[in-house]
């Protein structure tokens, strides 16, 4: 299986920060990965797919980047609604894999 | 707008069998997508279960497999999931998905969950 590690397990940030998430895959995944936000009680939301590709209708301030076993999920100028934990999910190979989820806090 | 709604027993007693079923809306389910099952244990983060294809295919997390079906009902557009002997580590929210959009599998529609707890 392939492992995604994320960092930090938890961020504090404060409405206006900049804020980015770091995933990490135990070997090559090209850039077959994706990007959830969860908010408690509810499912899962699709925000990137392919590393880099913005889901239509989510906010252009999150953006993601990388390739290969190094990937940023970056959220600019954070608003009160992106308080919540995200994961990253590689489809490179079976079994699809998640991280173990960032936690994004008030500071 | 694809909707996914899980259906199903909310308790299930040790060594019995977990049964839940996604009905799909707003579109068919005879679409070139995989459907899937997620599931996150209470606390936890995410593990994704297996897949459905509508002609049946599947594909299941080694982790699981021994004890997992996942089957497709074209008629009633709708796949279901069934996990047996199951003990109090498969208690969790369970999530059904629509993945593998033009062959890439993330996941961009989910039911809400439902959660399902193993106790006597």
């Known amino acids: 299986d392939i492992q995604m590690t994320q960092s930090p397990s938890t961020l504090s940030a404060s409405v206006g920060d900049r804020v980015t998430i770091t995933c990490r895959a135990s070997?090559?995944?090209?850039?077959?990965l994706a990007w959830y936000q969860q908010k408690p009680g509810k499912a899962p939301k699709l925000l990137i797919y392919?590393?880099?590709s913005l889901e239509s209708g989510v906010p252009s301030r999150f953006s993601g980047s990388g390739s290969g076993t190094e990937f940023t999920l970056t959220i600019n100028s954070l608003q009160p609604d992106d308080f919540a934990t995200y994961y990253c999910q590689q489809y490179n190979s079976y079994p699809w894999t998640f991280g173990q989820g960032t936690k994004v806090e008030i500071k | 707008q694809v909707q996914l709604q899980e259906s199903g027993p909310g308790l299930v007693k040790p060594s019995g069998t977990l049964s839940l079923t996604c009905g799909v809306s707003g579109g068919s389910i005879s679409s070139s997508n995989w459907w899937s099952w997620v599931r996150q244990p209470p606390g936890k983060g995410l593990e994704w279960i297996g897949e459905i294809y509508l002609s049946g295919s599947t594909n299941y997390n080694p982790s699981l497999k021994s004890r997992v079906t996942i089957s497709v009902d074209k008629s009633k557009n709708q796949f279901s999931l069934k996990v047996t002997s199951v003990t109090a580590a498969d208690t969790a929210v369970y999530y059904c998905?629509?993945?593998?959009?033009?062959?890439?599998?993330?996941?961009?529609?989910w039911g809400q969950g439902t959660l399902v707890t193993v106790s006597s």
């Open positions: 998905a629509r993945a593998c959009i033009g062959g890439s599998c993330y996941f961009d529609y």
């Open positions: 392919k590393a880099s």
């Open positions: 070997q090559s995944i090209s850039t077959w």
